[in-house]
């Protein structure tokens, strides 16, 4: 299942660009943008700094003394956005009693993918020595594959990953390689689903769901089926989820609702005992 891929095919340009498989998406992250403004004027974040780097920040919504931490990581494929954009999805959890991470980190071409994967991990682990505990770890596409090392790392007390990517081979070939400058060997070596499994044998959470919209590219279905499988069968607990109608930029839109299903499961998930 995850052993050698056919990098011609399929059109992996046109299954990865969500960009350009989405044309309206500048209103969906115009939107986003809307309601980041509006949350932040609502319940203004206190930023945390994580490291010494401009970027190497936070914004932490606070629910409340003793309050669970959930650490949402930003997407676009570790090369565009910051953590101002997704402020939006902040009151959704502070409505649960659950506060809310959102760090930035600095972006490729500047810094290679594996300098971000340490930067998250240093945010990761800052909510830990705050709240004494691992956090509840999400987060989309690029954040998605981010939150699933997280866990095989034994960062985090579960992860789920919307519209994740587990495998990034199949990237090299696309333009979004341009400032990644992934080669094989390192795209499979940043490859969660070659990471160890999180099954019990080692701190940290045991939990990954999936999550994908249903309107995605068979690719992006393809790889959060193919890790939910492949992590199941070997002692992760594992869940699938395609939401009908969504694509890769309006499968967020049930984190800005404090009644979806997937935000009421990653409250349940963030509190302790889950």
Same mark, same amino acid.
């Given at each position: +299942?995850?052993?050698?891929?056919?990098?011609?095919?399929?059109? &992996?340009?046109?299954?990865?660009?969500?960009?350009?498989?989405?044309?309206?998406?500048?209103? /969906? +992250?115009?939107?986003?943008?809307?309601?980041?403004?509006?949350?932040?004027?609502?319940?203004?974040? !206190?930023?945390?700094?994580?490291?010494? %780097?401009?970027? @190497?920040?936070?914004? =932490?919504?606070?629910?409340?003394?003793?309050?669970?931490?959930?650490? &949402?990581?930003?997407?676009?494929?570790?090369?565009? =956005?910051?953590?101002?954009?997704?402020?939006?999805?902040? *009151?959704?959890?502070?409505?649960?009693?659950?506060?809310?991470?959102?760090?930035?980190?600095?972006?490729?071409?500047?810094?290679?993918?594996?300098?971000? =994967?340490?930067?998250?991990?240093?945010? /990761?682990?800052?909510?830990?020595?705050?709240?004494?505990?691992? *956090?509840?770890?999400?987060?989309? $596409?690029?954040?998605?594959? +981010?939150?699933?090392?997280? #866990?095989? @790392?034994?960062?985090?007390?579960?992860?789920?990953?919307? $519209?994740?990517?587990?495998?990034?081979?199949? #990237?090299?070939? !696309?333009?979004?390689?341009?400032?990644?400058?992934?080669?094989?060997?390192?795209?499979?070596? #940043?490859? *969660?689903? &070659?990471?160890? +499994?999180?099954? %019990?044998?080692?701190?940290?959470?045991?939990?990954?769901?999936?999550?994908?919209?249903?309107?995605? $590219?068979?690719?992006?279905?393809?790889?959060?089926?193919?890790?939910?499988?492949?992590?199941?069968?070997?002692?992760?607990?594992?869940?699938?989820?395609?939401?009908?109608?969504?694509?890769?930029?309006?499968? =967020?839109?049930?984190?800005?609702?404090?009644?979806?299903? #997937?935000?009421?499961?990653?409250?349940?998930?963030?509190?302790?005992?889950?």
């Amino acid at each position: +299942m995850t052993g050698e891929i056919d990098l011609e095919a399929p059109d &992996f340009e046109s299954q990865y660009n969500n960009r350009a498989r989405v044309p309206d998406h500048p209103a /969906v +992250m115009a939107r986003w943008r809307e309601l980041a403004e509006a949350a932040r004027a609502a319940h203004p974040p !206190t930023e945390i700094a994580y490291g010494p %780097g401009e970027r @190497e920040v936070m914004d =932490l919504f606070d629910a409340g003394p003793g309050a669970p931490v959930a650490v &949402f990581l930003h997407g676009g494929y570790w090369q565009a =956005l910051d953590k101002s954009w997704f402020s939006g999805i902040a *009151p959704a959890f502070l409505a649960h009693g659950v506060s809310l991470a959102v760090p930035s980190y600095d972006l490729a071409p500047a810094v290679r993918l594996g300098r971000i =994967l340490r930067q998250v991990r240093a945010a /990761v682990e800052a909510i830990r020595a705050r709240t004494g505990a691992r *956090p509840v770890v999400f987060g989309h $596409s690029a954040g998605g594959h +981010m939150s699933a090392c997280m #866990l095989s @790392e034994g960062r985090a007390s579960a992860a789920v990953a919307i $519209s994740g990517i587990f495998d990034l081979r199949p #990237l090299i070939p !696309t333009s979004l390689n341009a400032a990644l400058d992934l080669d094989e060997r390192e795209a499979a070596a #940043l490859s *969660p689903v &070659f990471w160890p +499994m999180p099954n %019990g044998s080692t701190p940290g959470g045991t939990v990954l769901d999936c999550v994908v919209g249903g309107d995605e $590219s068979s690719e992006f279905l393809r790889q959060s089926r193919m890790m939910a499988d492949h992590w199941a069968a070997n002692g992760v607990e594992t869940r699938y989820d395609a939401l009908p109608g969504l694509n890769h930029f309006t499968v =967020l839109d049930p984190l800005f609702d404090a009644n979806s299903k #997937l935000v009421r499961r990653i409250a349940d998930l963030a509190r302790p005992g889950a």
